[in-house]
């Protein structure tokens, strides 16, 4: 048997790369009687048919593993915003991180589009590096931050996502021209764009793996309780000394993450946002 990573899977087929050859596999057997299937980016054990064609042994134990997008053995996320068409939406921005980071996978918060607005891109490159977040600013149309990206996907398996309309397809195609990725432009009528991916697929772009994902809107928080969501607030951290253990920073007395709000030593449009996250995760408790 030979060891190889999944590219894709697309109608019960999928597509290993085993050193320089990508094979067409079919599951063994057992795996359907376990109800079990394999993950773009699962490391897995084939056997070889003929030169094209081959059959999955093996799943190996995956390090990981993203609902949604469907993905194992992620070494960390790409989280693209546009800087502008269409304006990013700092309450999913925030979502995405604390969704990445609960799953063990570093974010990477790539502010596109960087050409559109100069000025807004490094304001909010500011504000979430100060927040505790390798951010980058890049452009598909300049080539601005390119090389500095391309650093940071060396020798990783990466996955991009991101609200559509922010220039997913149109930046993996500055990074790997070779691809030729379907693009799409944003609705004047909706403020967003439409998805032009549509399955999970894992892409050589220079030393590394980077998976294209189709689009989406929002992220559950299902893998986070209302205990240690502000642990995922990089910029609360220092200021968690609260007069109570168990303190959730909403109206909480002698609390040192709201009296750092209001000394201006966390951001407001962060904190916000975590109430908001705070009170869904909440729900999702009560509910379940």
């Given at each position: 048997m030979?060891t190889g990573?999944?590219?894709?899977?697309?109608?019960g087929?999928?597509y290993?790369r085993?050193?320089d050859t990508?094979?067409?596999c079919?599951l063994?057997?057992?795996f359907?009687?376990l109800q079990?299937t394999?993950l773009?980016?699962?490391e897995?054990?084939?056997?070889?048919?003929?030169?094209e064609?081959?059959?999955?042994e093996e799943?190996?134990?995956r390090?990981?593993?993203?609902?949604?997008?469907?993905?194992?053995?992620?070494?960390q996320a790409?989280?693209?915003f546009?800087?502008?068409n269409?304006?990013p939406?700092?309450?999913?921005?925030?979502?995405?991180?604390?969704?990445v980071s609960a799953?063990g996978?570093h974010?990477l918060?790539?502010?596109?589009k960087?050409?559109?607005?100069?000025?807004?891109?490094?304001?909010?490159?500011?504000?979430y590096r100060a927040?505790?977040?390798?951010t980058l600013?890049t452009?598909?149309?300049?080539?601005?931050?390119?090389p500095e990206?391309?650093?940071?996907l060396a020798t990783r398996?990466?996955?991009?996502c991101?609200?559509?309309?922010?220039?997913k397809?149109?930046l993996?195609?500055?990074?790997a021209p070779g691809?030729?990725?379907?693009t799409?432009?944003?609705?004047?009528?909706?403020?967003?764009?439409r998805?032009?991916t549509?399955?999970?697929e894992?892409?050589t772009?220079?030393e590394?793996w980077?998976?294209d994902?189709p689009?989406?809107?929002?992220?559950?928080?299902h893998?986070?309780?209302?205990k240690?969501?502000?642990h995922f607030y990089p910029?609360f951290?220092?200021?968690?000394?609260?007069?109570?253990p168990?303190?959730?920073h909403?109206?909480e007395?002698?609390?040192?993450?709201?009296?750092?709000?209001?000394q201006g030593?966390i951001?407001q449009?962060?904190y916000?946002?975590?109430?908001e996250?705070?009170?869904?995760?909440?729900?999702?408790?009560?509910?379940?």
């Amino acid at each position: 048997m030979e060891t190889g990573i999944v590219l894709k899977g697309i109608g019960g087929y999928y597509y290993v790369r085993v050193g320089d050859t990508v094979y067409e596999c079919r599951l063994r057997g057992k795996f359907r009687k376990l109800q079990q299937t394999a993950l773009v980016g699962d490391e897995v054990k084939i056997t070889s048919l003929n030169r094209e064609q081959g059959v999955i042994e093996e799943i190996l134990p995956r390090r990981n593993a993203l609902i949604r997008p469907p993905i194992a053995n992620v070494d960390q996320a790409l989280l693209v915003f546009a800087a502008a068409n269409p304006d990013p939406n700092r309450l999913l921005i925030d979502r995405l991180l604390v969704q990445v980071s609960a799953e063990g996978i570093h974010p990477l918060l790539v502010i596109n589009k960087g050409d559109l607005d100069p000025e807004g891109a490094q304001r909010l490159t500011a504000l979430y590096r100060a927040a505790g977040f390798t951010t980058l600013i890049t452009s598909a149309v300049t080539g601005q931050g390119l090389p500095e990206l391309k650093q940071h996907l060396a020798t990783r398996v990466s996955v991009i996502c991101g609200p559509s309309g922010a220039g997913k397809s149109s930046l993996i195609n500055a990074l790997a021209p070779g691809l030729s990725l379907k693009t799409g432009e944003v609705s004047d009528k909706i403020g967003r764009g439409r998805h032009t991916t549509r399955h999970v697929e894992l892409l050589t772009v220079g030393e590394g793996w980077l998976a294209d994902t189709p689009g989406f809107s929002s992220l559950s928080l299902h893998n986070v309780n209302s205990k240690e969501l502000a642990h995922f607030y990089p910029d609360f951290l220092p200021y968690m000394q609260c007069r109570f253990p168990g303190c959730m920073h909403r109206a909480e007395p002698d609390c040192g993450v709201r009296l750092a709000v209001e000394q201006g030593l966390i951001d407001q449009t962060r904190y916000h946002n975590y109430l908001e996250l705070l009170e869904e995760v909440l729900e999702q408790e009560r509910r379940y």
